[in-house]
């Protein structure tokens, strides 16, 4: 499990490796001809750029009050200088790191000495901008019960409307060595105060408390607000730069972290220092915390479906397995029936083997889906049957051992499933065509397992389905995850988004195999969904939605309703249902009941998609 404050001393020791080498060097030796008989202060070590003109060199005696003290995770402490020069580009703060429990206390004058330097949380390939920071310190306490130097307000007028510059192409796309510019750029402005001790007012939550004890903020109320009070990520363009990780520097033991849901405000005043980590970027690690007032915000549900109307829905269950507690089953399958209303066809992502992430061959998962089903009876919902392939063992990513795979559970009383020689792990299923309509040579089946697009991931698995004597062909989909990819806050603008490359290719998979039962019957009722694992706006969606054989339904939604997934304050849409041109009348809902809350039972919304054949 990961900490809030991934910064051991192990990494330390290798980033220092890294910058003895030069391959996070600045400026340093222009700097060292540069620098006078004056003492160094803290903004000549913060410079104007993102990295220290300093960096890799001794200081002495560098004066500052200290502003927080963390105690655990990276241990160290934050100074700054009162008496600022008149350039906004450079940060009046810095990090002390010193390893061990600081000796030091809030409102400390001090003098330290110590080694200038550049840490890059999550490691230098991660793509994550650097903490300038003073290591191996010696520190000397001056005086003590000083006041502290003021907050500098970070609001909706001093943040920046634009993100972050261009990154510069002679640096392999990095803004690392560019002059900031704090008026102009919203990362940059946050770059600027950087170690400082910073204030927010009362603010909107746009991202509920996780497990690492940590919210998101928004300071600008107005900027892409969601109906339900979020912050829509509707672009790449639209990064949303009000947006603040809060985290709090007292340890949870003396002061437990609130609990919050998007849509609660964090109001009165939430002060102390700006840090950056690498689950997130900037953060607020709060000295003083703001009080949650609890908002409205309840569960969706959805409507249900009339006598006439097919109801198909997507729902990733997170690594459900029999090992889970007997609770999450029954939170899922409640939820199914009383948010989802019971529909027709689910498909679920995420289903693990039959002892979760034991790894020891196992790839079947009846028992989980009989426990699981068996919860929905239990819940008041239909005596669901379920279709699926078992994967290869481990061949399909997600965790080790659990084998995920996708299952389609469905309704007998409403709907037939039509098995055709059921396909196996390594068998694609294909088109013919049959008294001119489209059938699948394999249902349940999976599309071209042995495409390299699917190494490593989920591959789809498609079924017939038949509701009031019409076929409906259905496709469910885990596409590969983002894992790799650099953050909005990364040093490279824009970010690196090497996941893409594979989502792609699974994309024009299925978008190739839809082609195929669109070319036996152009009316062929046919949906793709799951965790597409990317947004409506992306190159992904685009290759499904190729030559018009797909639209992506939840555009029709209003773009304050589009999202079923909040991760860092942005909520986003990663899952997805898509309709073939026959289905021209449906209504859509993303069906918000997991991904605004602290309390989830996923970390997905599900989807739910309703027409008439």
């Given at each position: 499990m990961r900490s809030s404050?991934?910064?051991?001393?192990?990494?330390?020791?290798?980033?220092?490796?890294?910058?003895?080498?030069?391959?996070?060097a600045g400026s340093a030796d222009a700097a060292e001809g540069a620098v006078s008989a004056d003492p160094i202060r803290i903004h000549d070590i913060q410079g104007t750029t993102r990295i220290s003109p300093l960096n890799g060199k001794q200081v002495t005696d560098v004066e500052g009050i200290v502003t927080g003290v963390r105690t655990y995770g990276s241990r160290g402490f934050w100074i700054q200088d009162?008496?600022?020069?008149?350039n906004d580009a450079t940060s009046e703060g810095v990090f002390v790191f010193t390893s061990s429990v600081p000796t030091v206390a809030v409102g400390d004058a001090v003098k330290v000495s110590g080694t200038v330097g550049e840490y890059v949380p999550g490691g230098l390939n991660s793509g994550n901008q650097s903490v300038t920071?003073?290591?191996?310190?010696?520190?000397?306490?001056v005086s003590s019960g000083n006041a502290l130097p003021e907050a500098t307000a970070i609001n909706e007028y001093s943040v920046p409307a634009e993100y972050a510059p261009a990154g510069d192409p002679a640096a392999a796309g990095s803004i690392n060595g560019l002059t900031l510019q704090p008026a102009r750029y919203a990362l940059d402005y946050y770059e600027s105060l950087e170690g400082m001790n910073v204030r927010?007012?009362?603010?909107?939550?746009?991202?509920?408390?996780?497990?690492?004890?940590?919210?998101w903020v928004t300071v600008k109320g107005w900027e892409n607000t969601a109906k339900r009070g979020g912050t829509i990520y509707g672009s790449y363009e639209s990064q949303n730069t009000g947006r603040l990780q809060i985290q709090q520097l007292a340890p949870l033991a003396q002061q437990p972290f609130p609990v919050a849901n998007v849509g609660d405000k964090l109001t009165g005043t939430t002060e102390g220092p700006l840090d950056f980590n690498q689950f997130g970027g900037y953060t607020l690690v709060a000295r003083t915390l703001g009080t949650v007032a609890a908002g409205t915000l309840a569960?969706?549900?959805t409507k249900p479906q009339a006598e006439q109307e097919l109801a198909v829905a997507t729902y990733?269950?997170?690594?459900?397995?029999?090992?889970?507690?007997?609770?999450?089953?029954?939170?899922l399958a409640k939820a199914v029936v009383e948010n989802l209303a019971s529909p027709d066809v689910l498909a679920l992502e995420e289903i693990q083997d039959d002892n979760g992430a034991k790894n020891d061959g196992t790839v079947s998962a009846e028992q989980t889906l009989t426990k699981f089903t068996a919860a929905i009876t239990a819940a008041g919902g239909p005596a669901y049957q379920w279709r699926t392939v078992n994967p290869e063992d481990k061949k399909d990513g997600g965790e080790p051992g659990g084998n995920i795979r996708q299952v389609f559970l469905f309704n007998p009383a409403r709907v037939s499933f039509t098995e055709r020689a059921p396909g196996d792990a390594v068998t694609a299923t294909g088109v013919v065509k049959e008294n001119g309509k489209a059938a699948l040579t394999h249902s349940p089946g999976r599309i071209d397992p042995a495409n390299p697009a699917w190494a490593d991931s989920r591959k789809p698995l498609a079924g017939e389905f038949v509701f009031r004597g019409k076929t409906v062909f259905v496709i469910a989909n885990h596409f590969g995850s983002k894992g790799g990819d650099e953050g909005l806050t990364s040093h490279h603008q824009p970010p690196v988004r090497s996941s893409e490359a594979k989502r792609l290719l699974q994309a024009q998979a299925v978008n190739g195999f839809v082609k195929e039962i669109l070319a036996a019957d152009k009316n062929a009722n046919v949906l793709?969904?799951?965790?597409?694992?990317?947004?409506?706006?992306?190159?992904?969606?685009?290759?499904?939605?190729d030559g018009g054989a797909l639209y992506p339904a939840?555009?029709?939604?209003?773009?304050?309703?589009?999202?079923?997934?909040?991760y860092q304050g942005n909520a986003q849409v990663l899952d997805q249902i898509l309709t073939s041109p026959a289905i021209k009348k449906f209504t859509y809902d993303s069906v918000h009941i997991n991904a605004e809350f602290a309390a989830q039972n996923s970390d997905h919304d599900p989807q739910v998609l309703r027409f008439r054949p």
């Open positions: 404050h991934p910064r051991s001393a192990a990494v330390a020791a290798l980033v220092a490796t890294a910058l003895a080498t030069g391959l996070l009162p008496d600022a020069d008149d920071q003073i290591s191996k310190p010696a520190v000397t306490v927010i007012g009362t603010s909107r939550v746009v991202g509920a408390t996780d497990p690492y004890s940590e919210l569960p969706e549900k990733n269950v997170e690594n459900l397995d029999p090992t889970d507690p007997q609770e999450k089953f029954d939170a793709v969904l799951g965790d597409i694992n990317d947004f409506e706006f992306s190159a992904t969606t685009n290759a499904l939605a939840i555009k029709s939604l209003p773009k304050a309703e589009r999202y079923s997934y909040v």
